[in-house]
């Protein structure tokens, strides 16, 4: 996927998405996302528990076969490289600020019935809310890089939002709140299918077009109906 994303930046600096320090920046993120979601919609991790992900995150990360150059050996390294990272690092740059901007998102496929006007509409209230939740998840640095600001009834907004998602998710039935691939291995690993089971796979609706789905760059496995 990473292979063609390349060039110059409008600084005339040259990027790649296989640098090292950038490959292992993005992984860095799902790992904080990881830690984000647990605090705000779980109930929060213990120390012992963070050190645990920290762990798991480089095992994850060695399998992409990269260099471990750039990866913290500790677990305090690593609070110390993302607040370097937020603070001294990041830029505010064209990439940064489209994958923010919904304003021009296409229909699903599967939703080309919804009129134009209603999606424009749907559009500009999953704008807000996407906002909202990203902003409230940056460090304070970033906001500030971003040119977001961030007030008080904000937070006590936000707060209140993950505490009702994490009321729901200890009421609602497990299963029901996992992802399909998740539910999957669960089932497998809880012996409800068998532990050779097919692995779940995107429904069909969900892949690219026809023209774009021999491209490496694109998830695409084979389903039916696809």
């Known amino acids: 996927y990473h292979i063609g994303i390349k060039g110059i930046d409008e600084k005339g600096q040259r990027y790649s998405a296989l640098n090292p320090d950038v490959f292992y920046w993005a992984h ?12 705000k919609f779980g109930g ?20 992409y076969g990269m260099s471990m150059r750039p990866v913290p050996k500790t677990w ?3 609070q110390e490289y993302w607040d370097h990272m937020c603070c001294n690092v990041l830029e505010n740059n064209w990439a940064a600020r489209e994958v923010m901007d919904l304003s021009t998102m296409p229909k699903h496929p599967s939703l080309q019935w919804v009129p134009d ?21 940056y460090d304070p640095p970033v906001r500030e890089l971003m040119g977001y600001t961030w007030s008080p009834r904000q937070e006590w907004l936000h707060r209140r939002f993950c505490e009702v998602v994490t009321v729901a998710t200890k009421v609602l039935p497990k ?3 996992m992802h399909p691939r998740k539910r999957s291995a669960f089932d497998r690993a809880t012996g409800r299918l068998p532990a050779d ?8 609706r969900n892949l ?9 760059m694109h998830y695409c496995p084979n389903v039916a109906g696809g």
């Open 44 to 63: 929060g991790l213990t120390e012992d528990q963070k050190r645990q992900l920290f762990d798991e995150h480089i095992i994850w990360y060695r399998m």
């Open 117 to 137: 006007p209603l999606w424009r509409l749907n559009l500009k209230v999953m704008q807000h809310f996407l906002t909202f939740m990203t902003v409230a998840l």
């Open 208 to 216: 690219p077009p026809v023209e774009h789905r021999g491209n490496p």
């Open 28 to 39: 860095a993120t799902f790992f904080k996302s990881t830690l984000l979601a647990a605090e």
């Open 76 to 78: 305090e390294e690593f």
């Open 197 to 204: 089971s097919p692995l779940v796979e995107t429904p069909a």
């Open 175 to 177: 299963r029901m709140l």
